[in-house]
């Protein structure tokens, strides 16, 4: 088995050749056919998250990631062999050399959480390309079945990017479903935010207007359906937003996470709006606290999806017949090179690799 691992912080992925693991117990081998590149892995691949404020960064090794990792949390596959604990019950409709999306936001299995279906919430994360082994690889296990989720028919290469960015936008979405009759704003136009404009019509939303700094990724963002875009670096970035909107702003999904773009969002939503809040770029937070109160403002963090979440969103891609966002396929030994890519915003909506 071939993959590609970190083997130290801000340094080059370690091509590794190993034996193909046998799936144990309720695990399930597969052939992987597409790895999505996300911007979490360049923080895997760095080591840690800016805190801004002047406090030590938050470094993932300290968090419980151990190194060497094989990253990958956008994972599709061919289901090659079932572990010998794996019951006819288990699998439900899948069997050998069906392709199914994996879910890697995977818990404890045990707690409170797991058990109500939020494993993505757990105390005691075991996700798949963070804690433990995932798809930049040719083949990968899964712990169980229920982690699988028959593709029926969709391209493996589009669908990857459903187990991060389609169900992390689709998630942040339903938090501001209130506010879908008016236009919301959307920071980031990279592979979440194109994915977030094409969900956010499907789930009967009247529209984004999206910021972002490239022009590129705005005319991405034009293209996939954006009703409007603004430069974030603009001088008169607000009184634009407050124009194309038409009216009250009542929410924001920030998909960068930046002191500058929070700062923003939050100053252009209207008294009782809410600021949710999902890239993990670093920073401290801008905000003057007595305008939380004083605008009744509610600032939401939200953490990918659960597997019943990412079940919903495949079903509504087949249903709405809903158009992938750009990807940009590329062979598993150019792993390193995707990622850098990513890292130099070079990418117009997602890298994916494919074995």
Known sequence: MKSFQVADFNAPLKEVDQPTPQPQGTQVLLKVKAAGVCHSDLHIWEGGYDLGHGRKPLSLKDRGVSLPRTMGH???????????????GDT????????????????CGKCETCLAGDENMCLKPNSLGVYCDGGYADHMTVPHPKYLLDLKGLDPVTAAPYACSGV???????????????????????????????????MGGKGAIVVDIDARKREAAEAAGALATVDGKAPDALEQ???????????????????????????????????????????????????????????????????RETQELLDLVRTRKIAPIP????????ANEALVDLQKGRLVGRAVLTP
């Open 327 to 334: 990807v940009t396929a590329m062979p598993l030994a150019r």
């Open 168 to 202: 992390t936008t689709y998630s942040a979405l339903k938090k501001v479903e209130f506010a879908f009759n008016t236009p919301i704003v959307i920071f980031g136009a990279g592979g979440l935010g194109l994915m977030a404009l094409s969900l956010l019509k499907a």
């Open 74 to 88: 956008e994972t599709v596959g061919e289901i090659v062999a079932f572990g010998p604990g794996v019951t006819a």
């Open 92 to 107: 439900g409709d899948l069997k050998i050399g069906d392709v199914a999306l994996v879910y890697p936001w995977l818990g």
């Open 241 to 307: 937003l407050a124009q194309k909107a038409g009216g009250p702003i009542r929410a924001v999904i920030d998909l960068v996470g930046n002191a500058a773009t929070t700062q923003l969002g939050f100053d252009c939503l209207t008294k009782g709006g809410k600021l949710v809040i999902v890239g993990l770029f670093g920073g401290g937070a801008p905000w003057a606290l007595p305008l939380i109160p004083i605008k009744a403002i509610t600032i939401q963090g939200s953490y990918v999806g659960n597997l």
